[in-house]
């Protein structure tokens, strides 16, 4: 097992030259790179993006944005909750536990957890005790989410 420590990535040029290598792997849907075009402000210690590190390799990242419970549709009771986006682990660092550090590094946090998952991944978020939506809801944006339950919150019952 390789010891992984997730950290906050600063928002600045060579955070954006990391993020151009995932790009290259054929994952332009789950890429940061516009995102943080987008967002860049020099050294930016309130960045959304957390990664982990093998050596001084970025291997691994998400986004994770945190939204107040008055936009929540999906808990009960209504909650503060988090917003994991865009998880990508480099495909030669796959299946060793990075993208697994990441997901338990956001349940730190102790809220509950919505994500749209990429195609071919229910496996994987079935593994991290995330759960498809079930009651009806508005699928305006297209989204089909799943969510993991901190202890106490429970699906929306509507």
Known sequence: MVITKVER???????????KEFKEYGL???SMFEDLQANIIENDSDSPF???YYGDKLVARMSLYRFDKKFDKYFEPAHDYLELWKLEVLSNYQRKGFGKALVDYAKSFDLPIKTNP???????WSKMDFKP???????DLGENPLVWYPQGVQEKNN
């Open 133 to 139: 939506v079930t009651y009806d809801m508005e699928r």
């Open 50 to 52: 957390y990664g982990i």
């Open 118 to 124: 990429r195609v071919k991944s229910a496996d994987f």
């Open 28 to 30: 332009q849907e789950l």
């Open 9 to 19: 990535l600063l928002i600045n040029y060579k955070t954006l030259e990391e993020f």
